[in-house]
């Protein structure tokens, strides 16, 4: 095995040192580093050493039988000083442990011993002793930087995305780290270059395996016998259905739960106990012959508090987790060197393939569990939005759009554990209800990832479930969901069948007011303002009647976008004070979060307050140019960051939204508006009237289109069209669109389609060295960014010298420039090629 630095130990390590340099004349100083097994004890004891030595300590490691021996020979000269360092205390109890300290604090020798010695765990970590003073550093797991420091150095080379995402399972516990890592080095499981081969999602490494075994070979029977029946009942699981199904009662199992605590295999949590390291509670898992396995899940069934429970999803779901990347994170193996981030995309993988195979519960607990994490912004967005798809499906839409009024928001309980307690009581029967469940969570899983064609034949499916005799409601937020998703997509018609469907199903004060909404967006991008306003009116006044505040902070959120539409910010800002004033609301129903900063953001820029838009948007709760939810439903907003980059002096606003929209574009082929939306987008960043002249014709979205032709406009007039191409706009009028029929489709009609028409008698001779350089790479076909990486500039200098070139010719279009350049010759430099 190659050399293997310290990693994320410099702040124990500068403990240490602070230890050694605050010692005081004869009082024996002790420190007790303690931590889960395998967290790395030894070695930072190993490098306390050199430490100790630099400050003229003599350093011994006498084993702890040897102890008394060595404080009675040890020199008695002042001045000496001695670090001891006992590195196996760790089968120890507490009181002898205690006894150990004691006799170092008794030591009569006038010079001070300074004692390192580990512990298991901090509980068995004593609190004093006589005479000496003692000190306590508990080791916390390996965190990011660290992990990939370790992973490295084991490797050779920097860990991709993948395999980072299967370490990440150890928890941070540098042993199973080093453990997992050599064993998939060893079975070939690891590229030459740090990528993840192959991970069978139900074989550990033989490696792991064998080092779990060991440390269980050091418990005892009754120990091993409460892992491997936790093993069965899952991760977390109630101490009291382990005793039912070891025979024996709760009181019974407290010495085994003593000492696999002390082992830091087990933790209290507040349902039960849990394993610490997925890792762990697999290998235990392993360690069952199948037979005997198959049996166990048996009896767990039979003892389950809620019979009918799938109980066997439990292990299942300790397999995911190993597997993060093989099994989760397929699609996202691509991106390289990516950071660990627990709760991030590796858990949305870890859902995706939970769901997939019908375990829906225990996903219900894997959010929980990441949402009472701290966790990066997008990431926490994308799962909150899950949870609100549970809660939805289930048919509890009460419980998230009457959030201020009952909802779990308004009490003590934190929001993601109320709401997972909810929805597992409704999954409690599992069957049609839980498969249609786990469709809708993963058509918004996919749709949050941007993956429209996925989320749409997730959502299909949602609808198409056979459910047995139920409520009619509960059947009618999967196809308000999916018709949500359609509309953006211009799929109104299947929509508005869904939609009719719906509220025909439905007779309650939810789903109805939902989908009129829902139609009052499809309004929107017909361009039907009067339409869209009077659906959101109608659902406000009700939902304020109801005592729905979700519902009416969506309503006032669609009468805002109408008016900023129309170009009204007074009226636009008085109903998006309206929409801020239900904060459980917004909190309860992410989307709505995000589409009120959205908002807000387009308010202040359309009153020219450019300076408090970009603060906005950098307090954004997530970076709205590469939110791939906003770019969905906001056909033109990247165009609109484009355009706003401009603006506020910021290119990366511009650059960061053309990555996204184009990335986008290309993870969906088969979607036209999306296409378009990339095309405008980039057409706008490189002034390209060509393109948005093909936005402003064929997009879907109305409102995309008359922005379009109005940037196409501006743009031809500040280039002085010649008058053989001429602008025809159909019904279309300066100004703000209030209606349908003021929004009209531009194109460019040539005045002599027939005939070619001549090349203008521009003066060449005009163009300088640096024009006659970017008019030849132009007429190549280069782009304003690949043209301006060969010439050193930037693609906002190259489109300020197209303007120039464009207007010294007579000439509107990088088509009519490359022409120009084949008919006269012409090189970089301004020389004419001989004919």
């Not at 095995?1 to 403990?15: A, F, I, N, S, Y």
């Not at 102890?67 to 009675?72: G, I, P, R």
């Not at 150095?153 to 860990?159: N, R, Y």
Request: hydrophobic share 45%.
């Amino acid at each position: 095995m190659p050399e293997v630095r310290l990693h994320g130990r410099e702040e124990e390590q500068r403990h240490i040192a602070g230890f050694l340099d605050r010692a005081e004349p004869d009082v024996p100083g002790i420190l007790v580093v303690s931590g889960q097994t395998g967290i790395g004890k030894t070695r930072l004891l190993s490098e306390a050493a050199p430490l100790a030595r630099r400050r003229g300590l003599a350093v011994h490691h006498p084993r702890t039988a040897d102890l008394k021996s060595v404080l009675a020979h040890r020199p008695h000269s002042p001045g000496d000083r001695t670090l001891l360092v006992l590195d196996d205390v760790e089968a120890l109890t507490a009181s002898e442990l205690q006894t150990l300290l004691r006799t170092v604090g008794q030591d009569p020798a006038p010079s001070p011993t300074l004692l390192l010695a580990r512990a298991a765990t901090a509980q068995t970590t004593p609190c004093g002793a006589a005479g000496a003073r003692v000190h306590t550093l508990e080791l916390s797991p390996l965190t990011g930087g660290a992990i990939r420091g370790l992973v490295r150095d084991l490797i050779g080379v920097p860990p991709k995305a993948g395999l980072l995402d299967v370490v990440n399972c150890a928890h941070g516990n540098p042993r199973l780290i080093v453990e997992l890592v050599a064993g998939l080095a060893e079975e070939g499981r690891i590229g030459p270059e740090g990528e993840l081969i192959r991970l069978t999602p139900r074989q550990l490494p033989a490696r792991v395996r064998a080092a779990v075994d060991e440390h269980l070979r050091q418990l005892s029977k009754e120990s091993v016998q409460l892992l491997r029946v936790g093993t069965i009942l899952g991760r977390t699981f109630p101490l009291s259905q382990a005793a039912a199904m070891l025979g024996t009662g709760t009181a019974a199992l407290l010495p085994a739960l003593d000492e696999t605590v002390a082992a830091g295999l087990l933790t209290f949590a507040d349902d039960g106990v849990s394993f610490q390291q997925p890792l762990v509670w697999r290998a235990v898992y392993e360690s069952i012959p199948a037979t005997v396995r198959a049996a166990l899940h048996q009896d767990a069934q039979r003892c389950a508090a809620r019979p009918g429970a799938p109980v066997h999803a439990a292990a299942d779901l300790g397999m995911a987790e190993l597997g993060l990347a093989e099994m989760g994170r397929r699609e996202s193996a691509r991106e390289q060197d990516a950071p660990v981030a627990p709760g991030g995309a590796g858990t949305a993988g870890a859902i995706r393939t939970l769901l997939r195979t019908g375990h829906t519960e225990p996903v219900v607990l894997l959010v929980r569990s990441a949402l009472n994490r701290r966790l990066p912004a997008p990431e926490e967005l994308v799962l909150r939005g899950l949870m609100t798809d549970f809660v939805l499906a289930g048919g509890h839409a009460d419980a998230a759009l009457a959030a201020d009024r009952a909802g779990p928001a308004a009490g003590s309980v934190p929001l993601a554990d109320a709401w997972a307690d909810t929805v597992i009581d409704q999954l409690a029967g599992a069957g049609p209800e839980a498969a249609r469940t786990a469709a809708v969570v993963l058509s918004g899983l996919e749709w949050a990832e941007g993956r429209t064609a996925e989320a749409v034949r997730w959502g299909r499916r949602a609808v198409d479930q056979p459910l047995p005799p139920v409520p009619a409601a509960d059947g009618a937020y999967p196809r308000l969901a999916l018709a949500a998703k359609l509309v953006a997509l211009g799929e109104t018609e299947e929509a508005e069948v869904l939609l009719g469907r719906a509220s025909a199903e439905s007779d309650d004060t939810v789903h109805r007011p939902a989908a009129d909404l829902v139609r009052a967006a499809a309004h929107l991008r017909a361009g039907d303002l009067d339409a869209a306003r009077q659906r959101a009116w109608d659902v406000r006044s009700a939902a304020s009647d109801s005592g729905l505040p979700g519902l009416a902070a969506w309503a006032s959120a669609t009468l805002c976008r109408a008016d900023l539409l129309a170009g009204d910010t007074g009226s636009a800002a008085r109903h998006l004070a309206r929409c801020r004033e239900h904060r459980a609301a917004l909190e309860a129903v992410p989307y709505l979060t995000l589409r009120c900063h959205w908002l807000d953001v387009l308010l202040h820029a359309a009153r020219n307050e450019v300076r408090e838009a970009a603060g906005l948007l950098a307090a954004a709760p997530v970076p709205l140019p590469s939110s791939r939810p906003l770019l969905l439903m906001e056909p033109s907003a990247a165009a609109w960051f484009v355009r706003f980059s401009r603006r506020a002096g910021d290119p990366s606003l511009a650059d960061t939204a053309l990555k996204a929209v184009e990335k986008l574009a290309a993870d969906n082929p088969d979607a036209p508006d999306i296409r378009l939306a990339a095309v405008y987008a980039r057409s706008l960043y490189e002034c390209d009237p060509e393109g948005i002249a093909r936005v402003a014709a064929d997009h879907g979205d109305a409102w995309t289109r008359a922005r379009a032709a109005e940037d196409l406009t501006a743009l031809l007039d500040e280039r002085q069209v010649a008058p053989g191409v001429v602008p025809q706009v159909s019904s279309l009028q300066p100004g703000p669109w209030t209606t349908r029929d003021h929004v009209g489709r531009m194109t460019l009609v040539d005045a002599t389609p027939h005939q070619r028409r001549p090349a203008p008698a521009g003066d060449t001779e005009a163009l300088t060295h640096m024009e006659h350089t970017i008019a030849d790479f132009v007429a190549r076909g280069l782009t304003n960014r690949q043209v301006a990486q060969r010439v050193h500039l930037s693609p906002h200098t190259v489109n300020y010298y197209l303007r120039r070139i464009y207007g010294k010719l007579g000439i509107r279009s990088r088509v009519a420039l490359a022409r120009y350049v084949h008919d006269h010759g012409l090189e970089p430099g301004g020389a004419r090629r001989s004919r």
